[in-house]
């Protein structure tokens, strides 16, 4: 799979409204993201969002594509560096810790897969199945990376930890022992 799923397109309008809700997200956090919130932000009455946006949860399922298909374009991008796994892993973390409110909106909680564009989510994660040759290889690399993102957001390491030192030592693990990014 290596086309981009592309999700239901968005008038111009409903892509300056999604554009702004990524701001108010990564600014203030998902319990900030209110249509209330995002269209006094945009200068305009809630309800007239409704016109773009049939709803809070379709607000949501866009965001949710964004993170996937930019976390996805950039995982691909990492796959041409001549040490795809270390690139892949480093540029995971990079991602994460760039836009973290669109990192947790598109990874916590359970996924509206329904509602996502299809195969998004399989296209964004393929590299790590590319990586592994083995979808459960892939998975466990998926949640190993994921796991330290959230702990590293989360403020959840202790002061002083060597956090790059600790990525390679994960990825060591996984590379069979030579280290990673």
Do not use: C
């Not at 949640?143 to 330290?148: Q, S, V």
């Not at 989360?154 to 600790?166: E, I, K, V, Y």
């Amino acid at each position: 799979m290596s086309e981009h799923p592309a999700p239901a397109p968005l008038t111009a309008r409903a892509t300056q409204i999604v554009e702004e809700a990524r701001a108010l997200l990564e600014e203030e956090g998902r319990d900030a993201l209110t249509l209330r919130a995002l269209a006094a932000r945009l200068g305009i009455r809630a309800p007239s969002l409704y016109k773009h946006i049939p709803d809070k949860a379709a607000l949501e399922v866009a965001l949710i594509e964004q993170g996937l298909a930019g976390l996805g374009t950039a995982l691909r991008a990492a796959m041409e560096d001549p040490d795809p796994f270390a690139a892949v892993l480093r540029t995971y973390r990079r991602y994460a810790l760039t836009n973290p409110n669109l990192y947790r909106l598109a990874t916590a909680g359970p996924l509206p897969r329904e509602r996502l564009a299809r195969d998004l989510e399989d296209w964004s994660g393929e590299p790590f199945f590319s990586l592994t040759g083995d979808p459960e290889r892939a998975q466990a690399l998926w949640a190993y990376a994921h796991g330290m993102v959230i702990l590293e957001i989360d403020g959840r390491f202790p002061p002083g930890s060597d956090l790059d030192r600790t990525w390679q030592e994960g990825s060591a693990v996984f590379r069979g022992g030579d280290g990673g990014p």
